[in-house]
């Protein structure tokens, strides 16, 4: 690498995953199909990635698995990366 490289700037989106079933009422399910929504729009419009949270003791963290998650979204005929952001509870 020299000091004259171009490196290219990537964006990407970040989901932090919130259900609230009491706020907005919907069915996990229906969240889920809303994500992948968002991640084909995320792709449709040039982004690079799309990021997912996982809060493992949230009550409203709908996404305990990311990597299960990513393997359903990854499915799709697009060309995005995924990634995991994860928060433990201490």
Do not use: C, N
């Amino acid at each position: 690498m020299t000091s004259d490289t171009i490196w290219p700037v990537k964006f990407g989106v970040f989901s932090v995953v919130d259900h609230y079933p009491a706020e907005l009422p919907r069915m996990t399910a229906q969240f889920h199909g809303e994500l992948l929504e968002q991640v084909g729009a995320a792709a449709a419009l040039g982004f690079d990635s799309f990021w997912v949270a996982a809060h493992d003791f949230h009550e409203d963290g709908s996404i305990p698995s990311p990597p299960v998650w990513m393997a359903v979204a990854a499915q799709r005929p697009r060309r995005i990366h995924f990634g995991a952001a994860l928060t433990r509870g201490s």
